[in-house]
């Protein structure tokens, strides 16, 4: 019975450790989302000629990074940059970005 209980507390203790590293802290996204500015622009409004992330589609968006990640979609630094996150964290970029006003 001692050993059960040993196996289900590990069980748990993996468990819990996994969920916690998959939590995002919003402060942490607005770290990342601030690499973006210089050319997407502060709280991600662009100037002429780059493209504007406040309010975008976040499913739209996330689809595009996970793109040039992959190598899908062309790009001149974008397939770079987006190699340096992980999925759940291009993920955490687009909900952040999409959140904003335009």
Not at 2 to 29: H, M, R, Y
Request: with cysteine; hydrophobic share 45%.
């Amino acid at each position: 019975m001692k050993l059960n209980a040993l196996v289900i507390a590990s069980a748990l203790t993996v468990v819990t450790g996994w969920a916690q590293a998959q939590a995002v802290d919003p402060l942490q996204v607005r770290s990342w989302a601030s690499a973006c500015a210089s050319c997407h622009g502060t709280h991600g409004v662009a100037q002429a000629g780059n493209e504007s992330l406040a309010g975008a589609n976040k499913d739209d968006m996330l689809k595009k990074l996970l793109d040039f990640k992959s190598g899908k979609k062309p790009a001149t630094i974008m397939h770079q940059l987006s190699k340096g996150y992980s999925d759940e964290q291009l993920a955490a970029l687009a909900t952040y970005f999409s959140a904003l006003k335009k």
